[in-house]
């Protein structure tokens, strides 16, 4: 079935499939027998006990200057504190910037518009690779925390115990040296998990060896998720061999983070999917072999339709959620354009943007990707909830950097938001969280800390404060500096107001 | 050889370099960039004091690692740690088919797609070793792939399972298994835990098939199986911080992998049974003659063809037909490619060749009309080879390093490649706002097309920014001058107008002065004396040495490996058969023993 990308929504999700446990639990509900939560499949009975929520990330390249990003002149904002100001964005009307136009209109109600959080620290930072661990890249490459996108997938708040997705984290990147957007550190040694290049490897990790769950159930099922569970466990029977070299150990861990993903698609597989699973029919820009990415320049390989490939990726990731295939994502992407992805101006870091207005325009291409993906997940019922895919989700567009110039500023970041975390955030509005009617003049664009809205989005997908808290530089999660210190702009005090509560959720918009 | 060859400055400072490359050469350096951002070549002076090359004492062995400091074997004891691998995609493949015909690969053909290809390291040329959870996701589906393979044919069946797959009563047929093929696969008796699992699958509520095919699914996707993985013998108490003796079956694996990029044959695991590969000569015997078998030719050939750039055919079609003329080019690079290959493998295992021979020999194999024009001879029709004409010889002035996909010759795509693989020389990559810089310093077109290559490109990267790498790059490239882009020899280069019809002549000039590693220059009359460089000098056979050991250990070289590779030096310095050489560094003590320093 071929989907027209068009126009993705509920209506089309046209195949419900049903796995052999899920058959099973219908056959005893028709037999008017009770129906058997042990015999409900997996997801399913986690349904009836908790909603799910999902996390959709994604991260620019180049910065922009806010001016393009918010309303130009609020009117009579709201007070809701001494330093938060808030308006509704509906109330603007048509289009609220250069950015965001009237294409933006139906999920309104459902985002965030926000304005005034900055990185601690601000010292020059190069590119900055941790924005999504709270930190500035000082030294390019801190040695402490770990990004959200990691956090989350290792959480049990996300992920509870016997949890089966097919892959616990998807990230993608357009390959330009943007999967350094994603890490862990641990005993001063930073690692990157591995990223996913091309819509067919996507679908490859989601959906490949998903059979229709209508199907006739084996007569004798193939023991893979034996097999497979006992290949983990010898892998596991090595962690500890002090015949193990360093190197030898790096393998082992890679090689147990790639069978855990087997196992769950296995899982996902034979326990059975969402009530309204669909295996995709995708039309793919970049195929499974070659660097379809890594060397754009190559015709052979090069992708030539962008935005097509990013359609179709957002249109996996709401079939995903539909299916519960996954519930992270990280969408780290210098590109910029519907162009083929080259090395020339189709896609790059913050030097490569050359005014203020094309910075703009230039987000704006990723930032209507993630519109597409809002959109889809509004006009799709959660299979496991209540309301919509976006109102049991958590989507964040933000940028490596704050101002557009090469500046390499981390402060006034972007951040709009989509979906309501399950519940946990307010939506709807423009926030302005600068500190314009407290502080001087000078620190006037910071407002807050902008880990703070990461810890929010970590507490709308159920990481508890004590587990993110671990994931920083010794003072909770990310780092909290209170000064700034950046281009001869020097505030020794910018964020002393909030020693006291920088691990906390950003207010306002955190009403879980 | 004509040439000065003069000991100067060595290191300078290591600075992020600019390059000046068109954007071909910049796209395709930016890939080989990677490690070798940092490097002293390009910003140490370059002096010269006349002394001549040739006439010097052999110099001690001293190739470099990228910014390090000269090798030095202080203690032959040491040996750096040896990684255990995962197979490579070539070795699955081998592997597979190697015990169950090529229909297995046929038969998992989609899944082992999924494997990214195997590769050389553009800067290091150690093969490049990664495992992403998209390769350890394809593993299950290569493993039931060849396990249905197997178990749909009585024959195969039959080969894997014992006689008794093929009766009514099956019992016993899993003990066959374990106590035969099973050892093939895993390269080693299964252990009591595996044994057990094994007979767990087997006993499933099944046909007897279904259950085969259980078992040997799951030992194909055993981390034992496609992970090369060294633990020694459990209750061995020579253990220290060092490391630990190998066990029999993983010195077989070890020096199987190594020689034929395949799993241990029945010999080779019949003399780990007998406890017959603990003696240095046991160990030799088996490497030499698994070097002898169509693996082991492989596997040298690729790893020689990859060294001297003649392992990929370029695309000559596009060449103008006033540069073609009077050569035949349908298949011509196919046949470069292959004339190539057969040149190797009858150099190093047919005469045994020397290192040295490997780069003087003037023996042709080529049949292609188009070749042999090339080479200057008549067509090979028998075994005999014929003998190129000219300046012409050995393995690094072949067509397939030589050619180019334009009219012109890509000087710089020469010297880059040169400097890197033959010279072990570091080029950092390029950068592209020099880059972009250098693109307004062109020639006009109608003025660069009545230039010579040689001149056009020289002012294209006379600014000094350029010149930190050009200096290096470009004199090594205006030595190969003397080859056309089909790489055929010529008196002097043809000028073609925009639509490629010839519109004068430039003359030739293949003199330079070659900066070397060392921070030295080579003075050279042409390439035949750049190569003979690389044959006769201590730097040359160092290089040469170096990448040896890559190609063998799979990884790059650290100082606790000088030991081994300046034996390797010794033996090419000392003329001895490459296939000695090879054979003693694969065999040598190391073998024997699993390292457990840091890298």
Known sequence: MRRNRQSVGKEQIKKRWVSRRQFLAGAGAALTLPPLVSLMPEATARAATGKKVRAVLYVGYCGIDMQHLVPANPTVPTQAAPDILHKPLTSFGGAISRVIDADFAPVLPKMNLIHGLSLCGGRYQGHNATVLAGTHSQGREPTFGRSIDVVMEKSSGVYAPGDVVAVKALRTSDGLGSTTMSFECSGGVRTQPSFTFGDQNIFNQLFAGLKPADAEPEANPFPDQMIVDRVLDDLHALENNRRLSSADSRILEQYISGVQEVQGKIRANQLGLGPKCEVPSIAFQANTSGNSWQFPWNTQWGVKDAGALYDNIMDMIQLAFVCDLTRVVLISNTHWSNQPISSSSDGGIHHDCASSELAADRQKWGLKKMLRLAKALDQTSDPFGDGTLLDNSSMLWTNELGAWTTAHSTLAMPAVTFGGGGGYFRTGNYVDYRQGPLASSTKKELGRPYKQLLQSIMLSMGVPKSEYMNYGDGKGFGEFVQGIDQFGYVVGDAFAPYAGTHNDALPFLSIG | MGGDKVWGKTHGKYAFHGSCLRRADSMRLFALGLALAFSSACTGTIESNGAAAGTEAPEPYKAKIPGGDDFVCTD????????????????????????????????????????????????????????????????????????????????????????????????????????????????????????????????????????????????????????????????????????????????????????????????????????????????????????????????????????????????????????????????????????????????????????????????????????????????????????????????????????????????????????????????????????????????????????????????????????????????????????????????????????????????????????????????????????????????????????????????????????????????????????????????????????????
């Open chain 2, 76 to 599: 032959p004891e040491t040996s750096s740690a040896s990684p255990s691998l995962m197979l490579s995609k070539t070795q699955l493949a081998n592997t597979l088919e190697d015990l169950f015909g090529a229909g297995a690969l046929e038969a998992a053909s989609a899944d082992l797609g999924r494997l990214s290809d195997e590769t050389f390291d553009d800067v290091t040329h150690a093969r490049t070793s990664s495992l992403e959870n998209s390769k350890v996701g394809a593993y299950p589906g290569i493993a039931r792939a060849v396990a249905h393979y197997v178990v749909t044919d009585d024959a195969r069946t039959k080969v894997v399972f014992g006689d008794c797959a093929l009766g009514a009563d099956t019992t016993g047929c899993i003990d066959t298994f374990v106590g035969g093929f099973g050892q093939r696969i895993l390269r080693r008796p299964l252990t009591a835990r595996e044994q057990e699992f094994v007979g767990l699958l087997a006993g499933q509520a099944a046909p007897f098939r279904d259950n085969a095919e259980a078992v040997l699914t799951y030992v194909l996707q055993s981390p034992h199986f496609l992970w090369r993985i060294e633990l020694g013998e459990a209750a061995d108490d020579s253990e220290d911080d060092t490391g630990f003796a190998l066990t029999p079956y993983e010195v077989a694996t070890r020096i199987a992998f190594d020689v034929t990029d395949s799993t241990p044959d029945t010999d080779l695991l019949a003399a780990a049974s007998a406890d017959q590969l603990r003696e240095p000569s046991d160990i030799e015997a088996q490497v030499r003659r698994l070097l002898d078998t169509a693996r082991g030719r492989t596997k040298v050939i690729n790893n020689l063809a990859h060294w001297s750039m003649t392992e990929t055919p370029k695309d000559l079609s596009t060449l103008p037909a006033a540069l073609t003329d009077g050569v035949d080019t349908a298949g011509l690079t196919d046949a470069m490619v292959d004339e190539a290959r057969r040149f190797i493998d009858d150099e190093v295992f047919t005469k045994q060749a020397t290192f040295k021979a490997l780069l003087s020999s003037t023996d042709s194999f080529a049949e292609h009309p188009g070749l042999a024009a090339v080479y200057g001879h008549a067509p090979v029709t028998s075994d005999a080879p014929a003998t190129m004409a000219g300046r012409r010889a050995g393995l690094l002035l072949r067509s397939p390093s030589l050619t180019w996909t334009g009219p012109r010759t890509s000087i710089i795509h020469r010297g880059v490649d040169f400097q890197l693989r033959v010279l072990c020389n570091e080029i950092p990559q390029p950068n592209v706002d020099i880059v972009s810089a250098r693109e307004e310093h062109a020639l006009p077109p109608e003025e660069e097309r009545l230039a010579s290559n040689r001149d056009a490109v020289a002012y294209l990267t006379s600014s000094d920014a350029c010149q930190g790498c050009h200096g290096t790059i470009n004199p090594t490239g205006f030595a190969l001058e003397a080859f056309d882009s089909l790489g055929r020899w010529r008196e002097e280069e043809l000028l073609l107008d925009e639509s490629g019809e010839p519109i004068g002549t430039a003359a030739i000039d293949t003199t330079a002065s070659i900066p070397l590693p060392d921070g030295t220059k080579l003075d050279v009359t042409g390439a035949a004396d750049l190569v003979q460089y690389v044959a006769d000098s201590a730097d040359g056979n160092a290089c040469f040495a170096r990448n040896l050991f890559r190609f063998v250990a799979e990884r790059v070289e650290t100082r606790a490996d000088d030991c081994r590779i300046q034996s390797v030096h010794e033996s090419l310095m000392s003329d001895e058969p490459l296939v000695d050489v090879l054979a003693a560094l694969i065999a040598d003590q190391s073998v024997l023993r699993k390292t457990m320093g840091v890298n």
